[in-house]
């Protein structure tokens, strides 16, 4: 039985093609994507940058849709794409996020949710709550990956959140949710850099945040931020990131565009800053985030572009060029 899919074929290649429908493993259920998030991660490998991600191979982990078969059948569920082992110390422990044996749709050996269908494990899945749209439920993924480095912030702080002032890297959806988690936990003065003019405009409608060009604005100052949060991960945010810390202050690196140069380590030894890497979510922050955006305390989540699964490439290809300013493009399988 095929399926349509959006297939990484190469550097800057996405194909739309027939691929044949997973079989699940005994431990696994088979979910019909109805919407699906694209990732900085996905524009990564797109681009020949991830060699966790070899083509041919279907990208895409932020995932909702309808289960087919089993005593879940017709739940509408939200897909954690984090696949531990669930016997290490790690996963007994809560922090399945740091199991050594962790695999990820849309990372070989697992494929991903740019399909009309995938195969997850059973636990994997969170229902969606009544009401809620998939479209929304796929923001869930990055919404956590961001809660989970506030949370993270938090808890390395010496102060309460509602005491930090507090600056985010980044206005996408992971950037944009960890300035919506930081209100949400108390935090009152929070500064988001952005580059990009369309997704600042975006983030500025959310009203969480001062939005500012980092390029052309020098809003923050040197040694004025209790925390900083780095939702993209490149040698110039790692920079602003070190210089603006304050003395024993916090660094939360989220993002993963490229992995050298930026860190003042000197700065951090000689001033005592903490830096920390924060990656995915545990799936209590997965659940937390979900039930925080069904309560409402990350606002609208009024930030996507929905397009067809079969205009990926395009909308691949605006990402890149900067044309969209929607935070988050979800694509929608047409089957």
């Known amino acids: 039985m095929d399926m349509k899919a959006l297939v990484y074929t190469g550097p800057n290649q996405m194909t739309y093609r027939n691929e044949e429908v997973p079989t699940p493993r005994e431990d696994e259920v088979l979910v019909e994507i109805r919407a699906v998030g694209i990732c900085g991660s996905d524009l990564h490998a797109y681009l020949g940058h991830d060699e966790r991600r070899p083509a041919p191979l279907i990208l895409g982990h932020e995932g909702a849709g309808i289960v087919h078969g089993g005593e879940w059948d017709q739940q509408a569920v939200v897909i954690n794409p984090l696949v531990s ?10 922090f399945a996020n740091q199991c050594q044996s962790r695999q990820i749709i849309s990372m070989p050996p697992r494929e991903g949710a740019f399909a009309e269908f995938v195969a997850i494990p059973k636990r994997n899945l ?4 009544e009401g809620m749209s998939l479209s929304t439920a796929s923001l869930a993924e990055p919404i956590a990956t961001g809660w989970h480095a506030v949370t993270k912030g938090a ?14 890297y980044g206005g996408g959806a992971v950037g944009l949710a960890a300035a919506l988690s930081l209100a949400a936990q108390g935090c009152k003065q929070i500064y988001l850099a952005e580059t990009n003019a369309l997704r600042r405009e975006t983030v500025e409608k959310a009203n969480v945040a001062t939005v500012f060009d980092p390029l052309t604005d020098q809003v923050v100052g040197e040694n004025t931020m ?29 993002g993963l565009q490229d992995s050298f ?8 030894t000689l001033q005592e800053v903490t830096f920390a890497g924060s990656y995915t ?17 990350l606002g609208a989540l009024d930030w996507i572009q929905e397009r067809p699964l079969s205009d990926g490439a395009n909308a691949f290809d605006d990402l890149l060029n900067g044309r969209i300013a929607a935070a988050k493009v979800v694509l929608l399988p047409e089957g």
């Open 226 to 254: 209790d925390l900083v949060v780095d939702c993209v991960g490149n040698k110039h945010t790692r920079m602003g990131a070190s210089a603006a810390v304050k003395p024993g202050g916090v660094i939360i690196h989220v």
């Open 85 to 94: 082992c669930g016997e290490c110390e790690y996963c007994l422990n809560g």
């Open 155 to 168: 808890e390395l702080s010496k102060r309460p959140l509602v005491e930090n002032k507090t600056l985010v």
């Open 281 to 297: 979510y545990t799936m209590q922050d997965f659940k937390a985030t979900l039930e925080a955006m069904h309560n409402g305390a």
């Open 261 to 268: 140069e930026g860190l003042d380590v000197r700065k951090f």
């Open 126 to 129: 969170v229902p969606v709550p």
